[in-house]
């Protein structure tokens, strides 16, 4: 049973006279406990993929199913919380919120889902706990290393348990083995079940997925299972 | 149990935005403790100078009609020459409306004059004289401080006694008891046999404690044959004031031998209408305030409004992030209008705290207080502020594009 059906979906831009187009008609499927990498050059839409399948951005045409439910027809605030529950999204900048400690980054998308105060506080123990921050609960983002910010954007879109983990370029701003650490928690997400999708442009990283799907100019080059 | 998380979110996100821009956020919130002291002194000098013209009237009891030839407001000319041709009322008129009416609890004639007042070498050179009977004791409203007042035989007798003002006796006795001695009204002794209560002044005007009352039989003997008497009709309850008038009215008429279909000949004042005149003029003066107190709101609203655009667009990255896990536009748009309501409900407390000594300087000239309504009214006035200076901003901020937010540095 697919998590993931995208039908033709396509993304475009309108820069003053000019049309870009990000996305063309691109159709793929990805099944629950898929671990996925997209490769593809600087400009070719990797982003604008994730960001579709992450409901941050929605398609020009085309259809996206997410969990059996039609994705490209809801409004502002049923994405939001599609966001909220179904998806765990990482990103290459860590997009933590500077003022607040790590426990209430990981919090947040618990407050949104108008989880009680001790729940939030149990489950987000545990997700910052599992990705081994325990101990730096109460710092900020910019008491902490690199490394530490990513693991808590990690813990942050665990805490939900969505159903699919995205990952921008996670290990980008990274040094190399920061970054393996990093892949190392996905591996480990991915052993438990989760579903992973995970952007790049390093062979390296890419190899850690058990598929790899190549995007060129808004089109899918290749997809291949790995092994 | 969402809400309220959200709310504490919000609340917490606003505190913390406030703290870190603590000189923008004291500068900005300055518009709105500007318009709140504005607002609070208004609201209290409007209740205070209300108060003190309660106060000041309070010698016309509540529930006391007078009855005169003349109404108290007269609008224009021609009615004045109208009801001046208006025969006086006389003392038997008063004698038949105390015997005919069953909603009074008590009913008492008035005349009054100027004449001077002697005790031994001191005299008082204008003091007010009055002329009536046991019953104004009621109708009046007053208190004996020494002695008593007069009595329903002294009232319609020939003895000469009198009642003084709590000035006047202080003016004439040094050092003396004033009951029990005889002092000189107009030429004529009377023998004091009580002293009333301090009463203050009517309206600024006069003084009601430089008077003397006399039985209204040595009035019209000594002073004035054929007065015109005001009648003074206490109600038998406040409730009942109404139910007295119609009756005192009905009465009035037939004593006075109106025909059925013509105008009165005579009018029925009271208390209510001086509050009427005045709630007219203070409602003038209450529309002026709010016009200027306003417009200082509003600028101090203009700035709330400008720094909250400059915070969401400052903030955009974080409102993007907040959007990717799944804050919803209502929740962004709640987030900011916390924040602005806060940052007023800041300048509406600081304002409280500077116009609470500006009220007591204040409280120098009218009975003024800083009341609960007023307090009330400056809380929710700043919150309103708030919420309405920053509702685009956070417009703005709860329609923001999650991708277009996040890509922003
Ligand atoms: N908001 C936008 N407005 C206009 N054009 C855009 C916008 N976002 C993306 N594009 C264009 O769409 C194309 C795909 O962009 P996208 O960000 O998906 O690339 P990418 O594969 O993620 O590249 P990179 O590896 O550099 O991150 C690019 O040509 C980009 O210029
Ligand atoms: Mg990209």
Redesign the pocket.
């Known amino acids: 049973m697919s998590l993931i059906h995208l039908e033709k979906v396509t993304?475009r831009?309108?820069?003053g006279g000019e049309t870009?187009?990000?996305?063309r008609e691109v159709s793929f499927t990805i099944a629950r406990g898929e671990y996925v990498a997209i490769m593809?050059?600087?400009?070719?839409?990797?982003?604008?993929?994730?960001?579709i399948i992450g409901c941050l951005d929605t398609a020009t045409s085309g259809t996206y199913v997410l969990n059996d439910v039609n994705v490209s027809e809801m409004d502002d605030n049923q994405l939001a919380e599609v966001r909220n529950k179904e998806i765990g999204f990482v990103f290459?900048t860590f997009n933590l919120l500077p003022r607040a400690n790590a426990f209430h980054n990981v919090e947040l998308p618990l407050i949104y889902a108008g989880i009680s105060a001790e729940e939030r506080r149990r489950v987000t123990v545990e997700a910052l706990t599992s990705v081994g921050l325990a101990d730096r609960m109460t710092h900020k983002p910019n008491e902490m290393s690199g490394g530490q910010r990513q693991r808590v954007a990690v813990a942050r879109a665990l805490v939900n348990h969505p159903s699919i983990l995205l990952a921008?370029?996670p290990t980008g701003n990274l040094d190399t083995k920061t970054g393996e650490e990093i892949m190392g928690v996905f591996e480990e997400l991915s052993r438990q079940g989760n579903t992973i999708i995970l952007?790049t442009?390093e062979e390296d990283i890419a190899r850690h997925a058990r598929r790899i799907v190549r995007?060129r100019d808004?089109l899918i080059a290749s997809d291949e299972a790995r092994r | 149990m969402r809400y309220s998380s959200e709310f504490l979110e919000g609340l917490r996100i606003a505190w913390d935005a406030i703290r870190a821009n603590k000189l923008r956020s004291g500068l900005t919130t300055l518009g709105i403790i500007i318009g709140i002291v504005t607002v609070t002194l208004m609201a209290t000098a409007i209740q205070g100078l209300k108060r003190g013209f309660v106060q000041s009237i309070s010698a016309l009891g509540a529930d006391v009609l007078y009855v005169q030839r003349t109404g108290w407001f007269i609008n224009s000319e021609a009615e004045w020459r109208r009801q001046n041709k208006r025969a006086d009322i006389t003392y038997a008129q008063f004698r038949a409306l105390a015997r005919q009416l069953n909603l009074a609890r008590a009913v008492a004639p008035q005349v009054d004059t100027g004449r001077p007042v002697k005790y031994k070498n001191r005299t008082s050179s204008s003091v007010h004289i009055i002329g009536t009977t046991d019953q104004f004791l009621y109708t009046g409203g007053l208190t004996v401080a020494e002695g008593r007042f007069l009595s329903s035989a002294e009232a319609e007798g020939g003895r000469p006694v009198c009642v003084i003002g709590a000035q006047t006796a202080t003016n004439l006795f040094v050092g003396e008891q004033a009951v029990g001695h005889r002092i000189t009204i107009g030429g004529y002794r009377f023998e004091v046999i009580g002293v009333l209560e301090k009463q203050g002044d009517f309206l600024g005007a006069f003084s009601l404690d430089n008077q003397v009352i006399i039985p209204v039989q040595q009035f019209t003997t000594l002073f004035w044959h054929d007065p015109d008497y005001t009648i003074q009709v206490k109600a038998i309850s406040l409730d009942a004031l109404d139910d007295c008038r119609e009756e005192l009215r009905g009465v009035m008429r037939k004593i006075r031998h109106v025909a059925p279909g013509d105008e009165d000949d005579f009018a029925i004042n009271q208390q209510s209408e001086f509050l009427k005149t005045f709630d007219k003029v203070i409602g003038t003066i209450a529309t002026a305030g709010l016009f200027i107190t306003g417009l200082s709101l509003f600028v101090g609203g203009i700035g709330i409004m400008n720094i909250m655009f400059v915070s969401v667009a400052e903030r955009t990255k974080e409102i993007g992030i907040r959007k990717a896990i799944g804050a919803k536009r209502r929740t962004v748009l709640m987030q900011f209008l916390t924040e602005a309501a806060s940052i007023c409900l800041m300048g509406g407390l600081i304002g409280l705290g500077l116009a609470w000594p500006l009220t007591l300087v204040m409280a120098r000239f009218m009975p003024a207080t800083m009341s609960l309504s007023v307090v009330g009214l400056a809380i929710l006035v700043s919150l309103m502020t708030g919420v309405v200076a920053g509702f685009l901003p956070a417009w703005r901020a709860a329609r923001m594009n999650p991708?277009?937010a996040l890509?922003n540095e």
């Open positions: 993304r831009y309108q820069m870009i187009h990000a996305l593809g050059p600087s400009g070719s839409g990797k982003s604008t993929l994730m960001n290459q921008d370029e952007v442009h995007i808004g | 991708v277009d890509r």
